[in-house]
């Protein structure tokens, strides 16, 4: 085979592996919500303000990564070069 081919069969099995995570990592996380909600239901509401809360602080943790990510790719010079 042509190296060409290697590096396509090798894009294709890495695109695979990918997929396979993300729907895993998707099933994972609707499931584990399906359970909290499940929890929270049979409980007093004060545990649904709770899970609300943490819902909210989970977004704000997701945002400052996203800006801190967002704000490293403004860097002047890569930051590995020496």
């Known amino acids: 085979m042509d190296l060409?081919?290697?590096g396509?069969?090798?894009?294709?099995?890495?695109?695979v592996g990918t997929a396979?995570?993300?729907?895993?990592?998707?099933i994972l996380a609707t499931k584990a919500r399906e359970w909290a909600g499940a929890v929270v239901a049979h409980r007093?509401?004060?545990?649904?303000l709770a899970g609300g809360g943490v819902g909210v602080l989970g977004g704000a943790l997701l945002?400052?990564?996203g800006l801190l990510l967002?704000?490293?790719s403004f860097?002047?010079?890569?930051?590995?070069v020496g």
């Open 8 to 15: 396509a069969l090798a894009v294709l099995a890495m695109s």
């Open 63 to 65: 945002l400052l990564f």
């Open 44 to 48: 007093s509401p004060l545990w649904a």
């Open 75 to 80: 860097a002047t010079r890569p930051v590995l």
């Open 70 to 72: 967002l704000s490293t």
């Open 20 to 26: 396979i995570t993300i729907v895993t990592l998707a």
């Open 4 to 6: 060409v081919w290697h």
